[in-house]
């Protein structure tokens, strides 16, 4: 069943209708409906264990196949994150990263880098930063959109971040869960811009063993209310589960288990586990959306 026919239309047309202008995050889904192709949107804590370590990583995941990236702005108080990522952001702290100095190491990728970036944390560190301050650098370092998982949709209006985001062309992401009533779906919908994230699974994050056996019904009900672009994330670990989810939604989240690689990793064979891992999980997708193609 389609709401008013708007999941019928091509995605393009559905982001106009809602006023949406085509920045990175657009044009990349543009191009992989194009392709017949479904999104992989990668997560790692900037700072994890350094700086110039997250700039390099940067680089090898838009050469191995990432199409996104989240870039964890690392808190002393992760309360929604598992002990893999809550592990990375105490070592982030612990090397001296702050967001003034995440924002720079945006701009520095930036020079040679394409990925749309969205910086994914917690509230109190924009707070603390300025909330108008944080969007225009944001904006200016060439970052693509936010997500706030302590900021709820009228929280984030009534902050200032949405209208301020919109302004300055900046997409302000929210979460959507298996507890999200309709209430609670029509309201980020109507608020989000980019795509919208929906958390499979309650609780925090962390690699799972197993896809929710209801994803796919909890996934349509909320692809029937939008025409934003739908990704899907927490406990995704390989890439047979990537491309198993790939299939219901726009693009999929990986986070947990590639944050893990720099717990157990340093330097080059860091870069070369990243690259291994995000090239397999990348045609894991891809091979799920073209036999999907192929059984339309």
Same mark, same amino acid.
């Given at each position: !069943?389609?709401? %008013? ?8 047309? +559905?982001l106009r209708e809602l006023g949406y202008d085509m920045g990175r995050i657009a044009e990349t889904f ?6 017949? %192709? ?13 700086? %110039? ?23 002393? %108080?992760? !309360? ?52 108008? +301050? ?7 370092a060439g970052v693509d959109g936010v997500i706030l998982v302590d900021l709820p949709p009228e929280e984030?209006?009534? /902050? ?7 302004e300055k062309g900046l997409d302000v992401i929210f979460l959507l869960a298996p507890t999200s009533d309709?209430? +609670? ?70 986070? $947990? ?11 080059? /064979?860091?870069?070369?586990?990243? +690259? ?10 891809? $091979? ?6 192929? /059984?339309?």
């Open positions: !069943m389609k709401t %008013d026919g708007i999941a019928e239309r091509p995605l393009a047309g +559905r543009k191009e992989l409906r194009k392709k017949g %192709d479904k999104g992989l949107v990668t997560f790692i804590t900037a700072g994890d264990p350094d700086l %110039d370590t997250t700039a390099e990583i940067i680089r090898e995941l838009e050469a191995s196949g990432a199409d996104f990236l989240e870039l964890g702005i690392p808190f002393s %108080d992760p !309360m929604a994150d598992g002990p893999t990522i809550q592990l990375a952001s105490e070592r982030a702290l612990a090397g001296g990263a702050t967001l003034a100095r995440i924002l720079e190491t945006v701009r520095t990728v930036r020079k040679d880098t394409r990925i749309p970036i969205i910086l994914m944390g917690y509230y109190n560190p924009v707070f603390a930063y300025g909330t108008e +301050r944080f969007v225009a650098d944001a904006v200016d984030a209006a009534a /902050e200032g971040l949405t209208p301020l985001a919109r309709e209430g +609670r779906i029509g309201k980020v919908v109507k608020s989000g811009r980019g795509f919208l994230y929906y958390v499979s699974v309650t609780g925090v994050t962390g690699a799972r063993k197993e896809v929710s056996a209801s994803l796919d019904r909890e996934v349509e009900r909320v692809r029937n209310a939008t025409g934003l672009p739908l990704v899907v994330g927490f406990g995704i670990s390989d890439p047979g589960q990537a491309g198993a989810v790939a299939v219901l939604g726009d693009g999929v989240v990986v986070g $947990s288990a590639l944050v893990k690689l720099f717990e157990q990793y340093r330097g080059n /064979e860091l870069k070369q586990r990243v +690259r291994g891992f995000v090239s397999g999980l990348k045609a894991g997708i891809s $091979s799920a959306a073209a036999r999907e193609k192929n /059984e339309l």
